[in-house]
């Protein structure tokens, strides 16, 4: 899949620009009784951790899995604040990279995996060789939020997920594994935007 999406204003998605082509992809959106740029700030203090959808959670059940047949005390995760891809050098210390914003409007981030194996292998790259990459074997998975004003005062979010496989092998185990996992990927991103929309809106 290719395509080419632009913002009210006409600018074109800095998605697009970090992963043109695709061949898996789910798309929310919610429109969010608040200024565009409280939105933005909402989404970019979200904790992802702090989602509770029942597939993430359950996900995070089965990551723990190893160490309670083991009868050891899983670690606990680390916070996944959006803000921090971006504020903090992480350096390989987790898979997810930062991987673009425009102040107000968008961020981009995304990471590398082999994410059909039962415990998934991560690969680190710097941020700027993301879109290059083209090493076999590999999920490029690329996610953004985008806020765009939705009449006066309210502000229209949307969460994108987008995911290119860099040779045929990779691309069909993703295509088995997506097939089980897509309905649950809409459900996370659904109550993410209502995480945002909670931190959002006027209390």
């Given at each position: ?27 929310e959106?919610?429109a ?24 993430f959670?359950a996900?995070l ?12 005390t899983?670690?606990p995760?680390?916070?996944m ?17 930062p991987l ?13 995996g ?22 076999p ?14 009449g006066e ?19 069909a ?19 993410t ?11």
């Open positions: 899949m290719d395509t080419k999406i632009s913002t009210p204003t006409g600018r074109p998605l800095l998605l697009d620009g970090v992963l043109p082509e695709f061949r898996f992809a789910r798309l959106s919610t969010i009784a608040a200024a565009p740029g409280a939105v933005f700030e909402a989404a970019r203090e979200l904790d992802l951790l702090s989602v509770h959808a029942p597939l959670d996900a059940w089965v990551r723990g899995m190893p160490d309670k047949l083991l009868g050891r899983p670690p995760l680390p916070s604040r959006v803000a921090e891809l971006f504020d903090l050098a992480s350096k390989g210390e987790q898979p997810w990279l673009g914003e425009v102040p107000g409007r968008e961020l981009v981030f995304g990471a590398v082999k994410v059909w194996r039962p415990s998934i292998e991560w690969r680190w790259i710097a941020p700027e060789d993301f879109t290059a990459f083209d090493e074997g590999w999920a490029k998975m690329a996610a953004s939020f985008v806020v765009h004003p939705y005062r309210r502000a229209l979010l949307s969460y994108e997920a987008r995911t290119a496989c860099t040779d045929p092998e990779s691309a185990r993703f295509r088995r594994y997506w097939t089980l996992v897509s309905g649950g990927v809409g459900i996370v991103l659904r109550a935007l209502r995480a945002v929309k909670e931190a959002a809106e006027p209390k």
